[in-house]
């Protein structure tokens, strides 16, 4: 098998828009992890499960606890990185551009004219095509968790725009314009041939209907719904860029790292299953699995585990506070975390 880091198989696999990520808790194989992609295993770090349990994986269709015969194992379903694509470049997308950022969604924005693709890439926006609507959405592929937001300045745009977004994958599909103008866009999809479950699952007008005014309020409807679509979805978030960025960057300097998953919760709990933070040696972290000192908490085994060599350990932060595997957790809820090395140069595919 080829060698790869962990980080990039991860990336490979997300983007094919259907993962399984397994990891071995107890029993001789503790401490094996295994990414599936498309029901294929592509990583390996271990044993090799046995024929049964490979199968059993590849079978898993949620995130949850497995009894196998290699021992107890944690199974995360997840998909592809969220991504927002912004077709239009006035004061609403650049709006829409900003939050998005905040909120560590990666964008590709779609702009006709140099001057207002320039205020897209100033507003934080990773990628900018710059061309004609139909040449420009030629190379952006969509997929399971691709969010399109069609903000263009006229109607006979969102059209254009619309006549290909709706041929692609897609987790969500909005349009911005008023009543009127959202039926006469589906009445001519309809008569352009579009599938018609696709017109009717548009949302549009877009964004949650908080009697919002301003481009920053029209922003914060469009990225409501479109978090609350994202969320709304069986699955994890997966790996998201950030982690799998700092996960590249300590392979790059040849430093391990900890990965501490959220693998169970009870009551309220500021994030939920899946959750991650990556923790160095120095405090340092990535990503969050909820703030406070159940953070804290985390941050601090995750260091004594990096100090003592330990490869894996499940870390429990409960309300009662007993024992030195326990914190305090915010607003009265508890969660196990999962708590393993990420390696450095020796993940294999």
Known sequence: MNRIPLYHALRSGQQAGDCLFATVLDGSAAGTQILFSGGEPIWLEGTLPEKADLCALQSCTSTGFLELGCGRVFAERFGAAPQLVVCGGGHVAAAVVRLAKLLCLPVTAVEDRLEFAAQLREAGADTVLCAPFEEALQQVP??????????????AFDLVCLKQILQKPAAYVGM?????????????????GADSAR????????????????????????????????????????????????????ERMGRQAVLATIVSRHGSTPRDVGAKMLVFSDGKTAGSVGGGIMEYQTTLSAQEMLAKGRQQRVLRCTTEGNGEDTAVAACGGSMDLLLQIVTTGEDRL
């Open 142 to 155: 969509g997929g399971a968790e691709t969010y399109f937001a069609v903000l263009t300045r006229a109607h």
């Open 199 to 250: 017109i009717e699952a548009l949302h549009a007008p877009i964004g949650l209907s908080i009697g919002a005014q301003t481009a920053q309020e029209i922003a914060l409807s469009i990225l409501a719904q479109i978090v609350e679509v994202k969320n709304a979805r069986t699955q994890t978030e997966g790996f998201v860029p950030a982690i799998l960025e700092a996960m590249e960057k300590a």
């Open 176 to 192: 911005l314009g008023s009543h009127r103008r959202a039926m006469l866009v589906r009445q001519q999809l309809t008569q352009a």
